[in-house]
């Protein structure tokens, strides 16, 4: 995103870190912060990055203003946020559910249960209720497992073991989350099928189908460049992110007991 704007335009940056912060109190409290930033700095343009922006700020305090809004990072659905407005387009971050269910009937034909195992995190429970959704309609019973510390979280993945697979989330707003501690246990702890869906916690799961985050930031920023030079929000439709990237974590596969397709192995980069 910078490199696109940074010759075109002046930027200036706020961070909410409500994913550190989960209260409303906290996030509501960010969002008058960053009005009286708008407010004094009068922008052009506003890209609300993340699902909070748009709940907590957009929402109650910008739709259909005069300001332009171009939102990135939104988890799945526009639904809750009411999208798009008269002043605001932007790009949904579509988990590539479609080729993790493929990747889940290639190895376990059979696969009746599984679970997903995130930070107890607004974004996290939306994901899940969205995979929960499909996975059903495959018949696939999925279980949701929000915790907050790197102890519950071991724990989880310990219970987790029992069922067909376990889709690992994203940690963030596990305030203890001990990156090497949790790569550790995982080494000792994989007996069932891991998947992801970002490309940093490949090292922990067997199989990743990520997005490519940095789709989002080039989309919001050509946007932006757009309407700086007159195009309206409405004139750009709200679309999702169309390209994916597969990683496959042979140590951890051959832990497992699974065997890895050649059609993966010849599709997907190995991570070690």
């Known amino acids: 995103m910078v490199p696109i704007l940074r010759d075109n335009c002046q930027i200036q940056y706020f961070f909410m870190d409500t994913k550190r912060n989960k209260s409303e109190k906290f996030a509501q409290l960010k969002a008058q912060q960053v009005l009286k930033l708008i407010n004094e700095y009068q922008p052009d343009v506003l890209?609300?990055?993340?699902?909070?922006?748009?709940?907590?700020?957009?929402?109650?305090?910008?739709?259909?203003?005069?300001?332009?809004?171009?939102?990135?990072?939104?988890?799945?659905s526009t639904q809750?946020?009411?999208?798009?407005?008269?002043?605001?387009?932007?790009?949904?971050?579509?988990?590539?559910?479609?080729?993790?269910?493929?990747?889940?009937?290639?190895?376990?034909?059979?696969?009746?249960?599984?679970?997903?195992?995130?930070?107890?995190?607004?974004?996290?429970?939306?994901?899940?209720?969205?995979?929960?959704?499909i996975f059903s309609k495959n018949n696939i019973l999925l279980e949701g497992h929000f915790v907050s510390s790197q102890d519950a979280w071991e724990k989880?993945?310990?219970?987790?073991?029992?069922?067909?697979?376990?889709?690992?989330?994203?940690p963030a707003g596990i305030n203890t989350w001990d990156k090497s501690r949790n790569r550790r246990f995982i080494k000792k702890h994989s007996n069932t099928l891991t998947l992801t869906a970002w490309e940093w916690a490949a090292p922990n799961a067997m199989i990743t189908i990520t997005k490519i985050p940095e789709e989002q930031g080039e989309w919001a920023a050509k946007v932006t460049l757009a309407i700086l030079k007159g195009m309206s929000p409405q004139q750009i439709p709200v679309v999702a992110n169309r390209r994916w990237k597969m990683f496959f974590n042979r140590e951890l596969l051959l832990q497992g007991g699974f065997s890895l397709p050649i059609e993966i192995s010849h599709n997907a980069q190995e991570v070690k």
Do not use: H
């Not at 993340?50 to 300001?67: G, T």
């Open 47 to 76: 890209i609300a990055a993340d699902d909070n922006a748009s709940r907590f700020l957009v929402m109650p305090y910008l739709k259909n203003a005069n300001l332009p809004v171009v939102f990135c990072g939104i988890n799945n």
């Open 80 to 133: 809750p946020y009411g999208y798009p407005y008269q002043n605001a387009t932007g790009m949904v971050e579509i988990t590539p559910v479609s080729p993790l269910l493929i990747v889940i009937q290639k190895f376990l034909p059979n696969a009746n249960s599984g679970v997903f195992l995130s930070a107890d995190v607004l974004s996290q429970r939306r994901m899940y209720t969205r995979l929960k959704e």
């Open 156 to 170: 989880a993945w310990g219970d987790a073991q029992q069922s067909d697979f376990i889709f690992i989330g994203n």
